[in-house]
């Protein structure tokens, strides 16, 4: 029995890949952004913690492209099922670990799984989107998966208030495991080899590279909010960790609202560039604002900050539908990805230090401002960015 969609007829179907990534929303942002908080706690510095988060960035970075790539030339259920191993390998091995050398290991574990799952999941969406309703597709898509990334974070944040990390870890590494068995009873996707050459010539032009330039850039926030967010709360506000995560989820509601409605207005809009130029106005302004008091205040512009995001994620999901070929989407989305997680590796091997030094509010406004000059870059490059999206 499959869960079900037949990629082999040209058929995408979207219930089974929302079901797998919100099982994968789940047992990754339950404890992911409270990460930074752990290593704190069994002693490792700032600059260790930017260290292992930098290498957790670099791996999934890394394997970008090449999971790309298999996407296209292997079946994406199979490149699930090995993600999710990966996953539970580096869950499981945290809850024990405390030497910095073993925590390396596991922390390469950890970005290869999230590389894999991400890649295969979001390849089978790309795959089934036609004319007419790709935003729709997309829009739904984040929608679900943003609000389990929202339910998990709040889930995590009292669970590990009520529990120690090592018992969350564990539930995390055990359902990654359960999700990995899952994973085959996905429908059959189509390989299809193009040569690399065919990747390059998609990715030819200065308006595609630009792009590029700008993805890469915008993911600095990433890193910020990594090294930063969940420790930033504690200090300025006296968050407890379930106040932490009652805020972070909350917040990521207005992430999936936005992903939602931009994937609807997409399909109706003759361009979508004004839509994302404001979205990065949004993302950038609120990202800055946030550093401060009160927290009520604070939690407002996050809201804004993250429909800023949501409103770019979704359409970056258009962007790519409509320039490349099915057969080759894969591998040029994941030409993207390498953009944006290169972006925020580098970002959290700087942002690390920094928050330990000058404060964890300064990583947050100084990546809200590099978010504004991506829009400065937008705007510049518009009419060749947008050729023909």
Excluded at 69 to 83: C, M
Excluded at 350 to 358: E, N, Y
């Amino acid at each position: 029995m499959a869960l079900h969609m037949n990629t082999s007829a040209g058929k995408t179907g979207l219930a089974g890949p929302i079901l797998i990534s919100a099982g994968r929303a789940l047992i990754y942002r339950m404890t992911f952004f409270f990460l930074p908080l752990y290593l704190l706690g069994i002693g490792r510095s700032g600059w260790e913690v930017g260290l292992l988060m930098s290498l957790f960035a670099v791996t999934t970075l890394v394997l970008a492209m090449p999971s790309g790539l298999f996407n296209d030339r292997v079946e994406s259920r199979k490149l699930l099922a090995a993600g999710f191993v990966c996953l539970a390998v580096f869950f499981l091995g945290i809850r024990t670990a405390a030497g910095l050398p073993l925590l390396i290991v596991f922390f390469l574990f950890g970005g290869a799984g999230a590389s894999l799952t991400q890649l295969s999941i979001e390849s089978l969406v790309l795959k089934g989107a036609r004319e007419g309703r790709r935003g729709r597709r997309f829009g739904l898509y984040s929608l679900v998966t943003t609000l389990v990334f929202a339910a998990a974070a709040v889930a995590g944040g009292f669970l590990l208030g009520a529990r120690d990390f090592r018992a969350v870890f564990a539930i995390s590494g055990w359902g990654a495991l359960v999700l990995a068995a899952l994973s085959p009873l996905l429908g059959r996707s189509r390989p299809v080899f193009s040569p690399v050459s065919s990747y390059r010539r998609d990715l030819s032009g200065r308006g595609k590279r630009i792009f590029v330039l700008i993805l890469f850039f915008f993911a600095f926030h990433w890193g910020a909010e990594v090294t930063s967010y969940t420790p930033f709360l504690r200090h300025k506000f006296g968050f407890t960790l379930g106040q932490t995560g009652l805020y972070m989820g909350c917040a990521l509601a207005a992430l999936a609202a936005a992903s939602w409605a931009g994937g609807r207005f997409s399909d109706r809009l003759l361009s979508i560039r004004h839509a994302m130029a404001a979205g990065f106005l949004l993302s950038g302004i609120a990202q800055i604002m946030m550093v401060f008091p009160p927290w009520r205040m604070s939690f407002g512009f996050r809201l804004l900050h993250e429909a800023g995001d949501g409103m770019i994620l979704v359409l970056i999901f258009f962007w790519v539908s409509k320039l490349f070929h099915q057969d080759r989407v894969s591998g040029n989305y994941g030409a993207l990805t390498f953009a944006l997680l290169a972006g925020q590796a580098v970002s959290s091997f700087i942002f690390g230090p920094i928050g330990a030094a000058f404060g964890y509010a300064a990583p947050l406004w100084i990546s809200g401002i590099v978010i504004l000059l991506c829009l400065a870059l937008l705007r510049r490059y518009r009419h060749e960015i947008f050729e023909n999206v």
